[in-house]
């Protein structure tokens, strides 16, 4: 039980999201646009400093078919850089369609290509934190 943040891995940006475990319903939150790994996590740091999370999500690019690719150890690498800093569980959660999904989302909420490329990333996040919500033994 408890708050959780999920990350939407990227080369350029990173989208985030939160939920709580007992509500089971996630929320897009923010993308976090920079490349330098030192100011992506000191941004990390800031998120996980004001919503005290009890784990962590992050989204594992895999092929259609399910296989590993080159992002796939990038997010992987993310994922144990966020478990060593902040001594939090991190789970990785399969993210196939995400971003699709999440654009499919917005694009019903009726929001134009600008806006939806501004929020992607955060939705997308939303959208692999609610998988893992929906998938849970309840």
């Known amino acids: 039980m408890g708050t959780i943040l ?8 990173i989208g985030v999201a939160v939920g709580e475990m007992m509500l089971g319903q996630a929320r897009p939150l ?3 646009r ?3 790994n030192d100011a992506r996590f000191a941004a990390i740091a ?3 400093a004001e919503w005290q999370p009890d ?8 092929s259609v078919e399910g296989e590993a690719h080159e992002m796939t150890a990038r997010a992987q690498r993310f994922a144990h850089q966020l478990e060593g800093r902040f001594r939090l569980p991190v789970a990785l959660v399969d993210e196939r369609f995400s971003s ?4 499919a989302r917005l694009a019903e909420k009726g ?3 600008q806006q939806r490329k501004e929020t992607l990333d955060a939705e997308a996040a939303a959208t ?3 998988g893992f919500f929906d998938t849970r033994p309840q």
Do not use: M, N, S, Y
């Open 6 to 13: 999920a990350f939407d891995f990227g080369i350029k940006r």
């Open 30 to 32: 923010l993308t976090i």
């Open 34 to 36: 920079h490349e330098a």
């Open 46 to 48: 800031k998120l996980i």
């Open 55 to 62: 784990q962590l999500i992050v989204g594992l690019p895999l």
């Open 100 to 103: 699709v999904d999440a654009e």
């Open 111 to 113: 929001q134009g290509w």
């Open 128 to 130: 692999i934190l609610q």
